[in-house]
T-cell receptor, first 111, second 117 residues
Framework: QQQVKQSPQSLIVQKGGISIINCAYENTAFDYFPWYQQFPGKGPALLIAIRPDVSEKKEGRFTISFNKSAKQFSLHIMDSQPGDSATYFC??????????FGAGTTVTVRA | DAGITQSPRHKVTETGTPVTLRCHQTENHRYMYWYRQDPGHGLRLIHY???????DKGEVSDGYSVSRSKTEDFLLTLESATSSQTSVYFC????????????????FGSGTRLTVV
């Protein structure tokens, strides 16, 4: 049973558009919520992460929005670029030593 | 990825044969993990280690065993490979990054693509 549910499975966005990926979790004890980016043939790489004591974190064109009461968090990719085309995974953990991953979202940015 | 080497990168094996995948790290990280990646499932934790000779099961551990005799090496063994174990296997380590919010981050290897025929 997946502890983190991710949607959509895939999305297509035009260059310069906004990509939005949503995740929901069940375990209220989770205290660490990272996003990973994966390119074909490579392992996932940490993109950005948030703790539940803040509602938003921004790093460059990537923003995490966190809603503790709804047990949801999302990744926004602003001004999407072709180089952002990848698979994105949300994850959650307790004390960040054992991650539970979502199923992944494949993002395609059309030039 | 720098510091983590997985071997082999690709392997085709027959049903019923034992298979061992190797993960080698040069980061001296305490925690090491084996995940499998399958379409529609994301990454699922098979086993993890929190020190030499200290291991524990993840959510999909049936049919797999692990060993860690040295800090730098974490081995994953499929005792008797089945077609359902066809997957991409990733090793990861968890180490201190020294950042404000992400004191500990995971670093993944490049994966081993295993096909069981």
């Amino acid at each position: 049973q997946q502890q983190v549910k991710q949607s959509p499975q895939s999305l297509i966005v035009q260059k310069g558009g906004i990509s939005i990926i949503n995740c929901a979790y069940e375990n209220t004890a989770f205290d660490y919520f990272p996003w990973y980016q994966q390119f074909p043939g490579k392992g996932p790489a940490l993109l950005i992460a948030i703790r539940p004591d803040v509602s938003e974190k921004k790093e460059g064109r990537f923003t995490i929005s966190f809603n503790k009461s709804a047990k949801q968090f999302s990744l926004h990719i602003m001004d999407s670029q072709p180089g952002d085309s990848a698979t994105y995974f949300c994850a959650a953990s307790l004390n960040d030593y054992k991650l539970s991953f979502g199923a992944g979202t494949t993002v395609t940015v059309r030039a | 990825d720098a510091g983590i080497t997985q071997s082999p990168r690709h392997k085709v094996t027959e049903t019923g044969t034992p298979v061992t995948l190797r993960c080698h790290q040069t980061e001296n990280h305490r925690y090491m993990y084996w995940y499998r990646q399958d379409p529609g499932h994301g990454l699922r934790l098979i086993h993890y280690s929190y020190g030499v000779k200290d291991t524990d099961k993840g959510e999909v551990s049936d049919g797999y065993s692990v060993s860690r005799s040295k800090t730098e090496d974490f081995l994953l063994t499929l005792e008797s490979a089945t077609s359902s174990q066809t997957s991409v296997y990733f090793c990861a380590t968890r180490g201190y990054r020294g950042n404000k919010e992400d004191n500990y981050g995971y670093t993944f290897g490049s994966g081993t693509r295993l096909t069981v025929v």
